[in-house]
């Protein structure tokens, strides 16, 4: 077994164990594979053990991957900081932003979709734990997001995604109950199924407080090399 393919299956398996200890189902959880900083030669691999999703935060280099894995049928999930000129990329190479904490990049972003192109998945990104450096949006900005976001025509406003500081667990219960709050007052209360948080450090804390979707990088491809 290539070390790849070990690594995933360990993951999995962290997941699984979660999920059990949560008492949830192991479907309601994705694996989000966070492959920034790694070459596409092993997105090819990892995409050879069966994983389909990956996540990307730098635009260039992400659309550098795309292009050269473009015969593989990859679901790519842009999870960077979202700059108002880069919206039309997004728009048109990804299936999936996390990284949404306005409006006007929602509009945009739903502008530069085209009608052929299945509606763009959002997830609106909230600065749960109020930290000076983060991006994201502020928990009472939620409410009126959602209104606004939902109806826009080419964007399927998914959920929320979250990034805690390191050993603040306890913010993943406070967006699970935003989460909840929304989904009781959302116009299209079954599209709302997505909370995007956890990563290779936290994924049991984030899966026991609800996450759905944990984006996993250092644990599937190992430590990240920023020297180039
Ligand atoms: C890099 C990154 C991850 C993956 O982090 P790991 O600790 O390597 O698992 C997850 N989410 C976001 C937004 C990231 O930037």
Redesign the pocket.
């Known amino acids: 077994m290539n070390d790849l393919k070990y690594a995933r299956e360990l993951v999995l398996d962290q997941i699984k164990q979660a999920c059990q200890i949560a008492q949830r189902e192991r479907s309601e959880v994705q694996l989000l594979a966070?492959s920034?900083t790694h070459p596409s030669s092993r997105l090819k691999e990892m995409y050879a053990t069966g994983q389909r999703a990956f996540?990307e935060?730098y635009l260039q280099e992400a659309l550098e991957k795309i292009e050269q894995l473009q015969d593989l049928n990859i679901e790519w999930h842009f999870?960077?900081h979202v700059q108002r000129n880069k919206t039309k990329h997004l728009a048109e190479k990804f299936a999936w932003v996390?990284?949404v904490d306005r409006l006007i990049i929602a509009e945009r972003l739903s502008n530069q979709r085209t009608a052929q192109q299945t509606p763009l998945n959002i997830c609106l990104q909230v600065n749960i734990d109020d930290q000076d450096s983060k991006d994201g949006c502020q928990p009472h900005e939620v409410a009126e997001l959602v209104a606004q976001i939902s109806q826009l025509p080419h964007l399927r406003l998914r959920g929320l995604?979250v990034?805690p500081a390191p050993n603040h667990t306890a913010a993943f219960a406070e967006a699970r109950q935003l989460f909840n709050t929304v989904k009781t007052k959302h116009a299209y209360p079954e599209d709302w199924d997505t909370l995007s948080m956890g990563?290779?450090?936290d994924l049991h804390e984030a899966i026991a407080a609800g996450s759905t979707m944990v984006?996993?990088?250092?644990?599937?491809f190992g430590a990240?090399d920023y020297s180039h």
């Open positions: 966070v920034k996540g935060n999870i960077g996390h990284g995604m990034i990563m290779s450090a984006r996993i990088g250092t644990a599937l990240r």
